[in-house]
């Protein structure tokens, strides 16, 4: 059985700095996109950013381009988010999701169909 498990939100100022961290236990695949999704309040999920397990290739969304920074270990079968320079629209549930796909993938969009998600954490940025 695959769970994933985040950890890593909390509360911050603007300007401020969060990393998250995601798990993805009983994952035997070595070929996979993981990928963050955040949801704000009365808005629709948006894909923040994506690893390729096996091209290593990462997506960003433009809005968090220069602040985020994701990151893997295979190994663990974790990936992670680096969140720099904070904003209140940053604010909403983070989510971590994973999706097997063929090694000949090189980028990993975050219109794919994600089939294994974590329970989200919560991420607010506020004065």
């Known amino acids: 059985q695959v769970q994933l498990v985040e950890s890593g939100g909390g509360s911050v100022q603007p300007g401020g700095s969060l990393r998250l961290s995601c798990v993805a236990l009983?994952?035997?695949?070595?070929?996979?996109?993981m990928a963050w999704f955040r949801q704000a309040p009365g808005k629709e999920r948006e894909g923040v950013a994506t690893i390729s397990s096996f091209s290593e290739s990462e997506y960003y969304t433009d809005s968090v381009k220069g602040r985020f920074t994701i990151s893997q270990d295979k190994a663990k079968k974790s990936a992670y988010l680096q969140m720099n320079m904070l904003k209140p629209e940053d604010t909403g549930v983070y989510y971590c999701?994973?999706?097997?796909?063929?090694?000949?993938?090189?980028?990993?969009?975050?219109?794919?169909?994600?089939?294994?998600w974590g329970q989200g954490t919560q991420v607010t940025v506020s004065p």
């Open positions: 999701a994973v999706v097997r796909v063929s090694p000949l993938r090189q980028y990993c969009s975050p219109e794919i169909d994600y089939n294994y």
């Open positions: 009983g994952y035997s695949y070595s070929s996979y996109c």
